[in-house]
């Protein structure tokens, strides 16, 4: 209701302003010449400094934006390769602000400084070969050390020797509105897996027939090791989805129909990254906000907020659906130690399908035929998969 | 075609007209580009109410998520907006459809559309299009794509709301979301109109501009604006038809059961039967056209930005070549760039490589147009005149807006910030602001050529100067929540604690979005009732060199009364040394001994 308090406001300031300057046109009947909607030189004059205070709204704005949001900027990255990313971004927002401030000062600044009058003649100043080749070149020069670091950082970011290297392999698997993730157990090797297997507990439709699937463990909470390469290989079973965990300046979408890859190493376990002097503010300064809501709320009668401790998050940042604003899952980075704690308490998808199955074939009778092809297909796997053990 | 042939034929046909000048041939079914121009400009207008209206609503529920709203309840009704509370798919339709009619229907087909129409056949010299008949198809090809896409506004299950990207299989499944239902086909039914309507109108203004041009109108004495309408339309003949086949070949996966983009699917609780396509092939169709339209978008902007700020700064343009050879630099690599916007859409990391190479190389000739911006405004007589101010705010936004472009088209620091708000304030500076700058500095330049009238100055001056605070205000900060990693589309970002400290930012984000969208109406209503009541004009207000202002004030067909004025100089000759008045249009012999300054 405020807001269309607020509307109705607008549009009446807007009429009265309306008014206004149909007065001031009232003002100037009977000057009578034809172009009176043309600039005159008193125009040309107010305008200029107009310019030239437009050019100190920019500064002020843009220094004010510096303390009152640059904090709100993701800064520590807790990934190797996000040291690299940092300081390309930095380096690159050094350079912008010097163009900016530059370029915005001579263009406000001309508006201002030449604003027209009656008694002055423009300089005829049609080219200048030497000018074009000095703001043609000074960019290529600066451009292209900016592409030889970002090509650099980009190849070592992007291009893992899955063999050489020692890696950990995780799938991270999507759909709407919600994240897993598959560990490749022992092997490191994922099973192979396709949407035509997804039966029950086994969502992510891994082929539990391929030896490779055995020791896989699936988790709705994501858990990696500090100091260890982890290399995610994503799917995504239903739309594009992406794969966004900002603090590790780690991205990549999640496309149906083919597996996409993304590799980082996490520096900073969740307990190191939240004791961060920085990390310690922010949190204070939301739980501040929330204090806020949470006081609305209960004013309501609802209940209030709970209070929020910092976690690192994987987001979907790729538009999938009604809830893509509600698809998130928790990561936590965990000492080597505890990793390994948590991955060996986790049962396999082999181990938590089996019960399932036994359930869900017992009062059947084993020989049961089973109508769709997938299914059956499915319930062979095991058979042999049992076999197998 | 000799010019005294053609004027002839053009007479006598003339001739014939004059007595069935109906009503409908004159206002509705015209085939006279000035009239086309005109529907252009007043349909984009409108289709231009209805995209920034939405972003008023979106950015409502952003500053204050979940909130009842009377707006809402009215705009939106109980289906999408239940007690006056915005749902979240009728959050993704408004995105969607305001993305859709912003891009496509006001600043390609409004912008473009209005001006090289009005433009091209006055600057060169000649007497319409060359076939006024494709010219009338072409504009009700986008008048019945626009209404189709209004109408699709008012199906069941609501309108396309799988983002203006429409990505599959997000935009080929129902399942997925219902917008993907009748909504999505009216949108591409709609889309596919819109391209042949596009591709009619860029045909005509290559063959115009290559054919039709008057005596001593030589391409290097084109004003700026014609080469820029005219390269638009040839990167409009190369990269549309792409759109076209992507469309196409979606409506084929939607409704024939084929498997260009699909593949393993998994959906409701079924598995479907596509398989073998990759959602990544539409991604390359799709921006093949996607980023050539952004200059598509702009070319035309910057062309009048040209024209305007030479003529008021009653100075040459500086490096008038220079501004060509970079509006085809542009046009080359603007068709090789697609690639940065898939980055990390799992395509092979060595495409990357390369096409952030290609990308970084685009800001040079940018960096040429600006550079050569500011220096025509140094040791200018610059009159400020309201289509003065939003020239010069073009050129302000487009560098802030350009800027920001090294960081995305980076492809190591475009991973962070890919999807997030910094890259909805990028391209809002860079090409939404800057184009809609383009088109308004276009309308208050030639408005009096379009209806014989001027605009009120001063209320064009409030107009600039409280929207170039307000566009400032809106995509300034959104920087900041994007550096912070807020992902875009989001209806709400309440379920992410992380992101609560960004709140007050996106109130702030809104009042001045709100502010900046109510004065707007200040421009409607001193563009319509200046139609009517406005000051009556002279031949030339703005005492520029330029062809079309030596036609009379009324409007005629064929545009001249007597024979089309031959051209003997390049455009910019203002302010030049040895004449009495400070322009020298292009139609005025050279005098004796008077040397040509530019090269």
Redesign the interface.
Known sequence: ?T??L??IV??L??IA??QL?KI??LTQVGQGA??????TDK??N???Y??FG?LA??YI??IY?LFA??H???DNPASEHGK??DR??NI??V??FI??AI??V???Y??FK????KD?????????DR??FI??VI??VV?AG??LY??Y???N???VNEKEEDVIVIELYA??FAWEARYSGEDNVLGKA???Y?EGVNTL?VDLADPNAQDDKVVTELHIPKGKKVLFKMRS????H?A?M??F?????C????V?Q?AFTPTQTTEEYRGSKKMTE?VA??NK??AK?SAVLVAKGESP?DP?T?DY?L????????????M?MKIVVDTPEDYKKWLSEKPTLVESVKPEKASAEEPQGPSSPVAKD?IAVAVDTTKVVAAVK | MSDHGHDHHEHDHEHEHHHKDTFITKYIFSIDHKMIAKQYLITGIIMGIIGVGMSMLFR?QLA?PEE????FKFFLGEQYAPGGVMK??AY?SLVTIHGTIMVFFVLTAGLSGTFSNLLIPLQIGARDMASGFMNMISYWLFFLSSVIMVSSLFVESGPAS??WTI????SA?PQ???GSGTGMTLWLVSMAIFIASSLMGSLNYVVTVINLRTKGMSMTRLPLTIWAFFITAVIGIVSFPVLLSAALLLIMDRSFGTSFF??????AGE?LH?Q?????LFEHLFWFLGHPEVYIVLLPALGITSEIIATN????I?????MIASILAIAFLSTIVWGHHMF???MN?FL??VF??TT??I??PS??K??????T?????????PA??FS?GL??TF??GG??G??LG????D??V???YFVVAHFHLVMGISALYGMFAGIYHWFPRMFGR??????G??HF?VT??CA??VF??MH??G???L?R?????T????F??????NVLIT?FA??GG??Q??FL?NFFSSIFY?????QN??RSNTLEWTAPVEHMHGNWPGEIPEVHRWP?D????GHDE?FVPQHIPMKEGEEV???
């Open positions: 209701m807001s269309l607020v509307i607008l549009v300031l807007a302003l309306w300057t001031f046109d034809n172009n009176v909607q043309v600039a125009d040309n107010v305008q200029g107009l310019m437009f709204f920019i704005f843009t934006g949001w640059g709100l900027v993701l690299d990313v390309l971004m690159t927002w350079l912008i163009v900016q370029t915005q001579l263009l406000h001309f508006a030449y604003r027209g009058n002055r003649k423009a300089l005829y100043f049609a080219d200048n000018l074009e703001w043609s960019p290529a451009l900016l592409i970002g090509l950082a980009w190849t970011i992007m291009f759909k709407q396709n949407v035509r997804i439709g079973q239903d739309v594009l992406s966004y900002p603090h300046r780690a991205q990549m979408n496309v149906p129909g083919m996409t993304f922010k300064n939301i906000e929330r809501r907020l929020y910092f998050l987001l979907c940042n790729k538009i999938c659906g009604a809830s893509h604003y509600n998130q997938t | 409502m204050w009842s709203f009377g707006v979240n798919d993704l799988a983002g990505y599959p299989p997000l499944l997925a979301i219902p699909l593949s393993d699917i998994y959906i598995v596509y073998g396509g990759s959602p990544v700064s009653r100075k040459p500086f490096g008038y070549r220079a990390i859409s799992g990391p990357g490589s952030t190479f970084l190389l800001a040079i960096a040429v600006a550079f050569n911006y500011i220096t405004l140094w040791k200018g007589n610059l009159q400020m005149n003065m101010l010069i050129v302000s560098i802030s800027l920001t090294i960081i980076d492809s190591t620091l991973i962070n890919h999807d997030t001027m605009l009120n100055k001063n209320l001056y409030i100067w170039a605070v400032y205000g300034f900060p900041f929540i550096m912070a990693g992902p589309r989001y209806y709400t970002n379920n992410f604690p992380l609560d400290d960004l709140q007050n930012v009042i709100l502010v109510a004065f109406l200040v209503y406005g000051k009556k004009t002279v207000p703005w910019y203002y302010s030049k040394p400070d300054l530019n090269h």
